[in-house]
């Protein structure tokens, strides 16, 4: 199987390696809490991650090197880096009461429906250059933004309960308000918003 991997395809699996590289970075400052750079390490590892996901559809384009088999590779990878990476991130940062986990799930879920909706639909949405015309709801990479507010506030040192917005008692279950942005992300995913694709 590696020998019917085209170029492009080595960019994917490096972005779902980055990917994974966060989980265990976010996995080592659960055991080492004192040991933030572990936290900022796994926002990192996201940011490249994008990086890879941006070059692998580049180098596909620029080869004439698109196929089933790497489409397919990218949804796993993208769901992997931008899906559960920025997830396990904000648990380990913090969001950790019920609440949190039952949004955090709900983001998962959305960013791997969304992936699964484009692949099945993307022969319909192919114009005639060959090329998908326009994303339907937000491609779920756009969860680097996420990343991105996480690294921030880890930068500061707001995490456990001292994330941005505090702690909310819902019932009796705990509910970090900054969770809330994960819930947006995820209901924009499997929006039928139509984005023009560059």
Not at 7 to 18: H, K, P, R
Request: with cysteine; hydrophobic share 50%.
């Amino acid at each position: 199987m590696i020998r019917s991997f085209r170029l492009a395809d080595w960019f994917t699996v490096a972005n779902s390696f980055c990917g994974m590289g966060a989980v265990f970075a976010a996995m080592s400052f659960l055991q080492t809490p004192t040991e933030q750079w572990h936290l900022l390490l796994a926002c990192g590892l996201v940011a490249l991650a994008l990086a890879f996901d941006v070059v692998d559809g580049k180098v596909a384009r620029w080869r004439h090197e698109a196929s089933s088999l790497g489409r397919e590779l990218d949804s796993l990878a993208d769901v992997i880096s931008f899906g559960v990476a920025p997830a396990v991130i904000a648990y380990a940062a913090g969001m950790q009461g019920l609440w949190d986990r039952v949004v955090l799930l709900c983001f998962v879920g959305c960013g791997a429906s969304r992936l699964a909706r484009f692949n099945v639909t993307a022969e319909a949405l192919t114009g005639d250059n060959g090329k998908v015309r326009y994303y339907e709801g937000t491609p779920i990479p756009t969860s680097v933004i996420l990343i991105f507010v996480l690294a921030a506030t880890i930068w500061r040192g707001r995490i456990g309960d001292e994330l941005w917005g505090g702690t909310l008692m819902l019932g009796p279950w705990r509910l970090h308000p900054l969770v809330l942005l994960f819930a947006v992300s995820g209901s924009l995913m499997i929006s039928t918003i139509r984005i023009p694709k560059p």
